[in-house]
Structures are given as structure tokens and as C-alpha cells.
């Protein structure tokens, strides 16, 4: 659970302390954080306002809170960036000249509402004619999870995972599946 939340300076349940000032001068598009109206209902505008359920239990008391796994560390959980797998290529100059190959790593999640694809790599390599260069990436956890909006969390989800290698999004000659 997380600390309480601690009370801050001094709170007053009388709307008319937050409406417009008499002599205010609105700039257009500006965003302002006064109140239409005395009444919070009408000045909410919002059809929900009120409604048993609308605000979870404890959202607004203060009270510890349950700590989400996806939480942590700053920047999120730590394990996200855990490599799961290592991704290694190699690529081959057949011309007469030095040259250079952007190597790019695609994913595929796999789920039905996943995106083909997704670039999580890329490196340029300088190659000498006849040479080879090696590619190697790392895929994480985050590489490999979709966020959960149920568990408030990124899940790995059991949809197949498929790695992909080439030199563009079209351009994918070696593919492997993970398991």
C-alpha cells in the first residue's frame, strides 16, 4: 500500500470561492480553473457527475492506496527491460565497394488487435566489400508485452511472437518464431 496522501495547505467546500472573478477578461482557448457556476453538478457538465461508482472508493480521502505492478521503480516496473531474448544476423557485402546496411528488427505481438509489426531495433553497419557484420539486438519484456487496461499492467499476452529481420518494413528476408 502507499503512504497517505499528505493535506496540503488549506481546503474550502465553498464553490463561490471558485468561480470566474466579477471583473475577469476570458483570452480565447485558454483553459481556466474556475467554476461556471456555484452548483458543481451543472458546472461539471458531465452526465456521470454524482453517480454511485463514478470515483473508485478512496480516490479522494487520501487514504493508502494498493500499489499497481506496474509501478516501481522510476520509469516503471524494472523487469520490463529484462531481455528475454538475444536476436543475432549476419549480413554480407556480395559488392565491389564498401557499403552500409540499416539492419532493422520488427515483432510481431501476434494478437488479433496487435499491428502487423512493430520496429523495436535498428543499427547501421559499415561493411566491406566481400565482409560480413554482425547484428544483435536485445528484446525485452516491454518489446513483448501489451498493457493490460483490466490489470493496470503490460502482460506478455500467449498470442504468437514472431522476430523479423531485413532492411525496411518490406524488406524482411529472415524471419523466426519465439517460444
Do not use: C, H
Not at 516491454?142 to 523479423?164: E, F, H
Amino acid at each position: 500500500m502507499t503512504p497517505a496522501a499528505p493535506t496540503l495547505g488549506n481546503s474550502s467546500n465553498d464553490t463561490s470561492q471558485y468561480q470566474f472573478p466579477s471583473n475577469f477578461t476570458a483570452v480565447p482557448l485558454y483553459i481556466y480553473p474556475y467554476l461556471n457556476a456555484s452548483d458543481l453538478e451543472s458546472a461539471s457538465n458531465d452526465t456521470n457527475y454524482g453517480v454511485e461508482g463514478y470515483v473508485p472508493a478512496g480516490a479522494q480521502d487520501g487514504s493508502p492506496q494498493p500499489l499497481l505492478p506496474a509501478g516501481g521503480a522510476p520509469g516503471g516496473n524494472a523487469q520490463l527491460y529484462d531481455v528475454l531474448y538475444q536476436v543475432r544476423a549476419t549480413i554480407r557485402n556480395t559488392g565491389s565497394i564498401p557499403g552500409d546496411e540499416v539492419v532493422q528488427l520488427y515483432v510481431s505481438l501476434g494478437g488479433e488487435y496487435d499491428p502487423q509489426i512493430v520496429l523495436r531495433n535498428f543499427e547501421r553497419l559499415s561493411i566491406q566489400p566481400g565482409s560480413t557484420a554482425t547484428f544483435t539486438a536485445d528484446i525485452t519484456r516491454r518489446d513483448l508485452s501489451n498493457w493490460d487496461t483490466t490489470a493496470q499492467n503490460w502482460l506478455i499476452s500467449s498470442s504468437p511472437k514472431t522476430v523479423y529481420v531485413g532492411s525496411s518494413s518490406r524488406t524482411l528476408p529472415l524471419s523466426a518464431p519465439l517460444s
